[in-house]
T-cell receptor, first 116, second 111 residues
Framework: EAGVAQSPRYKIIEKRQSVAFWCNPISGHATLYWYQQILGQGPKLLIQFQNNGVVDDSQLPKDRFSAERLKGVDSTLKIQPAKLEDSAVYLC??????????????FGQGTRLTVV | DAKTTQPNSMESNEEEPVHLPCNHSTISGTDYIHWYRQLPSQGPEYVIHGLTSNVNNRMASLAIAEDRKSSTLILHRATLRDAAVYYCILRWIQGAQKLVFGQGTRLTINP
């Protein structure tokens, strides 16, 4: 079974530029998560989708971050304009629809963003 | 979201058992206890989860206190590949199925 695919693996941009990350979840997984992980910290949930609807985006800095999940499959996360503090690994995860809180989430390898 | 408390770091020796503690004194009756781990330069991976009873799988065992205010992840025979950050997470049985990570415990395995 193919895992969660993310691209690119690495990205270096200058501050105030824009950047986009792509995620292809495991086939059939209705739930998709985007996380930001700053070096030395645990992953921080940015946004959670159920199919193509947003379930939670309370931690997403909406003035510069946006995310969409068209047709309930692939998803993109965009930052515009980027700041130095956005340097982090961006992780995508997916899981099957709710099955009583035991549903396992599968993570991609992440995209390492460096803002200079 | 109910909070969990874990030690920042732990150290153990190869081929010995490891007991990773987690406190969750504000856990509700409908919270499941999940454990994930993150190997260096990789995304987190699921380890195990439970509600009330102790659980075993091929990776680890989960021991849950009778009052459910604490739990322990047990690696029966640690290998160097088990060196990772281990996260204890509470997930509500209903609702949005959020998966919220804390700081975790960084486990070092000595050869």
């Amino acid at each position: 079974e193919a895992g969660v695919a993310q691209s690119p693996r690495y990205k270096i941009i200058e501050k105030r530029q824009s950047v986009a990350f792509w995620c292809n979840p495991i086939s059939g997984h209705a739930t998709l998560y985007w996380y930001q992980q700053i070096l030395g910290q645990g992953p921080k949930l940015l946004i959670q989708f159920q199919n193509n609807g947003v379930v939670d985006d309370s931690q997403l800095p909406k003035d510069r971050f946006s995310a969409e999940r068209l047709k309930g499959v692939d998803s993109t996360l965009k930052i515009q304009p980027a700041k130095l503090e956005d340097s982090a690994v961006y992780l995508c995860a997916s899981s099957l629809p709710f099955r009583g809180a035991g549903t396992e989430a599968f993570f991609g390898q992440g995209t390492r963003l460096t803002v200079v | 979201d109910a909070k969990t408390t874990q030690p920042n770091s732990m150290e153990s020796n190869e081929e010995e058992p490891v007991h990773l503690p987690c406190n969750h004194s504000t856990i509700s009756g409908t919270d499941y206890i999940h454990w994930y781990r993150q190997l260096p330069s990789q995304g987190p991976e699921y380890v195990i989860h439970g509600l009330t009873s102790n659980v075993n799988n091929r990776m680890a065992s989960l021991a849950i206190a009778e009052d459910r205010k604490s739990s322990t992840l047990i690696l029966h025979r640690a290998t160097l590949r088990d060196a990772a950050v281990y996260y204890c997470i509470l997930r509500w049985i209903q609702g949005a199925q959020k998966l919220v990570f804390g700081q975790g415990t960084r486990l070092t395995i000595n050869p």
